[in-house]
C-alpha cells in the first residue's frame, strides 16, 4: 500500500518460521493435554497406576528397643512389649470378593469368640461395609492383643493368607510394663507423647531410648509395604538399661507402711524416703495421695518436687550454726520463759503448755523448743543475720541437688542482701524453721550428711547404665561437702539428736534392740496470701520426721512427711512426733527387721509366728542362724528346702512351704509377680514376653541348671 514501509526478504522469512514454530507448540500443547486426559481416564491409565503402586518406595523411621529399668539387684521395674493393632486391608490384590464371601462368615465367628465383645453379625456387618468400601485400613477392633493372641489370631480364615491375599495387617506400639505394679511408679516415671518426661524414664530417656534406624520400603501391594535391601538403612541401635538404687523388698514396705498410714492420720498427702548413709542410694521413695474418695494414687512426688516451711527439722541447721560459727556450747542456758515471748515483732510460742523455763541449748533442741532456738539465734545473730545466713549456707542446702530426677524443688534460703523477703521477722522465724523452703529430700541429705561423719552426699537414683548385660557407664557417689562442720561439732549435734529420741519429742522411738537419732518437725502450711488459717478457720500442716538408724553404727537415714488438713476446732494430732513419729517407727522398725545385721546386737524379743503365709523355697542353714541370731524360741525345725520370712509388720513368720524341685522351679499357672519372684529366689534370669499368667517357660520343670541363667517366661490367658 502507498505509504507503508516495505518487509524486507529477510522479515518476511523470521515472521514465517515463528509462525510454524508457534502452530508446532501449539500442537505440542493439545497432544499432552490429550494424553493425560487419555491416562486418566482410558484403560491404558489404571494400569499404569498399577504398575506405580507397585514400584512405589518411601523410607521409614525405625525405634530402637526402649532399655529396661532394675532394681538393685537385677529385677524389672519397667519394660517393654509389643501390642498389636488389628487391621485390614480390603483393597488387598489377592483379595477377590470371591475369596471375601466364601470366608467372611467364618472369620466372624472366630473374632466373636476370641474377643467376646461382639456376636459374629456384628463383626460381619463391619467387614462386610469395609469391604464394600474398599477400605485400606480397615480397624478390626479397639483392643489390642499379645504376641502369643497374634500367633493365634494368625490361624484365622482370611489372615492366615497374610497380607497380600488376606488383607490382615498387624501394627506393632510398644507399651511400658511394670512388673511390680505401682511399687515406686511415680519415682520410675514416664515420657509420654506430649514431651513431659518424669522420674527415671524422664531423667534418663536419651539412655533408654537409644538411637533411631531407618530402612527404605517397596509398596507391593494395597498397604502392604516390604523393606529392601539399601546403602542408605541404618540399623536402630537399642537403648541402655538402666541399674536403680531401688530395692524392691524395701520400696514394698516402705510404700505399704506410708499408704498405712496416709489412711490412720486421714492425711492428704505424704512420702517417706531411705537412703543408705554412706554411699547415698536410694533403696525406697514413696509418695501417696488420699483423693477426696479416699483412693491412694501416686500422682506426685512429693519427696523431690514439694518445696514447703519445713519447721522444727530445720532446726538442726540453726544449731549447727550455733555451735560451729557462734561457738555456743550446747550447756549453755536459755530462758525459755512460758511458753509465749514476744521477740521484736515476732509472737514465739512453744507448743508445752506453761513453756519448759530455763534449757540448756541441747534440752532446746532435745524439746523442740521455739523460743528457745528463736532467743539463741538472736543472741548470736541479732546484730548480724547474714552471718547466720552465710553459715547455714555453707552446710549446702541452699542450692538444688541437681538429682538424676527431673522435677526436684528449687529449695529457698533467705538472705538479707535480698530486695524483698528479709524484714524483722525473718531471722527469728527462720531460727524454727520458717521463711525457709526445701523439699523433704533436701532435709534428708542434711541428716544424712550427720549420720556420714559429716559428709554430704549426692542422693543416687541411678547407678549403672548397661547394654548387653554390658556396663557402659557408672554413677559414682557424689560428695557434695566433706565437712558440713567440725568433729567436735559434729559429735554434739549427734548427740543432741539422739537426746531426741531419749528425752525428747521423739520419745516414742525408744526401743530395746536399736538406737536411733532423728529429729520431729512441725509446720504451719501457708495457704497462699492469705496466711496460714483459710475463711473457716482451718489450718493445714505438715508433719515430719528425720534421722537414721542405728545411731551408733548408721546405714541407713530416714525421712517421712504428712500433710493433713485441721478444720477449726479439731483436735486430731499435726505435731511431728504424734502424726509422723508412728510412721518413721513403722519404716525404721521394718527396715531394721529386713536388714538387722546393721550392727551387732542381737533382737532378743520374741517374734510372732504367722502359719498362713507362703514363701519361696530356699537354703535352711542362714535361716536356722538367722533364728538363732534373732533369739527366737519354740521354732518349728526348718527342713534343708524350708525358708522363713518377715512379713509387712516386720514379724519373723514360719510360711507354708511350697513344692521344690531339684532344678527349675514350675511356673506355669503363676502370675507375672509370681514367676518372677520364683525364678530369681533360685538363681535364674528370668524374661518374658506377653500378657496375663505364665502359660510357657523356656527351661522345663526339674531341669538342672546354672546360677544366672535366662528363662524366658511366656505370659498368655488360658
Not at 487391621?87 to 464371601?101: C, I, Q, S, V, Y
Not at 469368640?113 to 485400606?136: M, P, Q, S
Not at 519445713?310 to 560451729?324: C, N
Not at 532446746?364 to 543472741?379: C, D, H, L, T
Request: hydrophobic share 40%.
Amino acid at each position: 500500500m502507498p505509504g507503508q514501509p516495505q518487509r524486507s526478504p529477510i522479515k518476511e522469512a523470521i515472521l514465517r518460521r515463528v509462525k510454524v514454530l508457534y502452530v508446532l507448540f501449539l500442537l505440542l500443547g493439545l497432544a499432552v493435554i490429550g494424553r493425560v486426559v487419555w491416562l486418566q481416564a482410558g484403560t491404558e491409565g489404571e494400569t499404569l497406576r498399577d504398575l506405580s503402586d507397585k514400584y512405589s518406595y518411601r523410607t521409614e523411621i525405625i525405634d530402637g528397643a526402649r532399655g529396661d529399668i532394675y532394681s538393685d539387684d537385677g529385677r524389672l521395674l519397667a519394660t517393654s512389649i509389643p501390642y498389636y493393632e488389628l487391621r485390614m486391608d480390603m483393597a488387598a490384590g489377592g483379595l477377590t470378593p470371591e475369596l471375601f464371601a466364601l470366608n467372611v462368615d467364618s472369620l466372624s465367628l472366630c473374632l466373636a469368640h476370641f474377643f467376646k465383645d461382639k456376636n459374629a453379625a456384628e463383626y460381619k456387618a463391619e467387614l462386610v461395609a469395609a469391604h464394600a468400601e474398599k477400605k485400606r485400613y480397615h480397624l478390626i477392633t479397639r483392643r489390642k492383643v499379645n504376641f502369643l493372641e497374634l500367633q493365634q489370631l494368625r490361624k484365622f480364615p482370611l489372615f492366615r493368607l497374610g497380607p497380600n491375599r488376606g488383607g490382615f495387617l498387624a501394627v506393632e506400639n510398644n507399651r511400658r510394663v511394670h512388673p511390680h505394679g505401682s511399687l515406686a511408679r511415680r519415682t520410675i516415671g514416664f515420657v509420654n507423647q506430649s514431651g513431659v518426661r518424669l522420674g527415671i524414664e524422664g531423667g534418663f530417656d536419651e539412655y533408654l531410648r537409644g538411637q533411631p534406624g531407618r530402612t527404605l520400603k517397596q509398596k507391593i501391594s494395597g498397604s502392604f509395604w516390604t523393606p529392601i535391601a539399601s546403602d542408605q538403612n541404618i540399623d536402630p541401635v537399642d537403648g541402655y538399661d538402666v541399674v536403680t538404687t531401688l530395692n524392691i523388698e524395701m520400696q514394698d514396705m516402705v510404700q505399704s507402711a506410708l499408704q498405712e498410714w496416709i489412711v490412720e492420720a486421714e492425711a492428704d498427702w505424704g512420702c517417706a524416703v531411705v537412703m543408705e548413709v554412706a554411699t547415698g542410694d536410694i533403696k525406697a521413695l514413696s509418695n501417696v495421695t488420699r483423693r477426696a474418695d479416699g483412693t491412694l494414687v501416686e500422682d506426685y512426688n512429693y519427696a523431690i518436687g514439694m518445696s514447703m516451711e519445713p519447721g522444727s527439722t530445720f532446726k538442726l541447721a540453726g544449731l549447727i550454726a550455733l555451735l560451729d560459727d557462734a561457738h555456743m556450747s550446747l550447756s549453755a542456758s536459755v530462758d525459755t520463759e512460758e511458753g509465749k515471748v514476744q521477740i521484736g515483732p515476732v509472737k514465739v510460742v512453744d507448743s508445752h503448755a506453761g513453756g519448759f523455763g530455763r534449757l540448756t541449748l541441747q534440752q532446746v533442741f532435745e524439746k523442740s523448743s521455739n523460743i528457745g532456738m528463736a532467743k539463741a539465734v538472736n543472741r548470736a545473730y541479732g546484730s548480724q543475720p547474714a552471718r547466720f545466713v552465710n553459715a547455714i549456707n555453707r552446710l549446702g542446702i541452699h542450692k538444688p541437688l541437681e538429682l538424676q530426677l527431673a522435677g526436684e524443688a528449687r529449695p529457698l534460703v533467705k538472705h538479707p542482701a535480698m530486695k524483698n523477703g528479709w524484714d524483722g521477722t525473718t531471722l527469728t522465724m527462720m531460727s524454727y524453721g520458717y521463711a525457709v523452703r526445701l523439699a523433704p529430700i533436701h532435709t534428708l541429705t542434711l541428716y544424712n550428711a550427720v549420720a556420714n561423719g559429716g559428709v554430704m552426699v549426692k542422693p543416687v537414683f541411678v547407678r549403672e547404665l548397661r547394654q548387653h548385660d554390658r556396663t557402659v557407664r557408672s554413677f559414682p557417689t557424689d560428695t557434695l561437702n566433706r565437712a558440713i562442720c567440725s568433729q567436735a561439732t559434729l559429735r554434739g549435734v549427734q548427740r543432741s539428736l539422739e537426746g531426741v529420741v531419749m528425752n525428747g519429742t521423739g520419745r516414742m522411738l525408744r526401743n530395746p534392740r536399736y538406737r536411733i537419732a532423728a529429729k520431729t518437725g512441725t509446720a504451719q502450711v501457708a495457704i497462699g496470701r492469705h496466711g496460714y488459717t483459710n475463711s473457716a478457720g482451718g489450718r493445714h500442716y505438715l508433719g515430719s520426721m528425720v534421722g537414721y538408724l542405728p545411731a551408733d553404727k548408721p546405714k541407713y537415714s530416714i525421712i517421712v512427711a504428712l500433710k493433713t488438713y485441721h478444720p477449726a476446732g479439731s483436735r486430731n494430732p499435726y505435731y511431728g512426733g504424734s502424726l509422723a513419729g508412728p510412721l518413721f517407727k513403722t519404716v525404721a522398725d521394718r527396715v531394721y527387721a529386713m536388714h538387722y545385721n546393721v550392727n551387732n546386737r542381737v533382737v532378743t524379743k520374741a517374734q510372732v509366728f504367722d502359719p498362713t503365709l507362703k514363701a519361696l523355697p530356699g537354703p535352711a542353714a542362714p535361716l536356722e542362724g538367722l533364728l538363732k541370731d534373732l533369739g527366737i524360741a519354740g521354732a518349728p525345725r526348718i527342713p534343708q528346702e524350708g525358708t522363713v520370712a518377715i512379713d509387712s509388720g516386720g514379724r519373723v513368720v514360719t510360711p507354708t512351704l511350697m513344692p521344690v524341685t531339684a532344678g527349675v522351679p514350675e511356673l506355669k499357672g503363676l502370675t507375672l509377680s509370681e514367676a518372677l519372684e520364683t525364678a530369681e529366689s533360685v538363681g535364674l534370669k528370668p524374661k518374658f514376653t506377653g500378657m496375663g499368667t505364665v502359660v510357657a517357660q523356656s527351661i522345663e520343670t526339674g531341669t538342672p541348671f546354672e546360677q544366672g541363667a535366662e528363662i524366658l517366661i511366656t505370659l498368655g490367658h488360658n
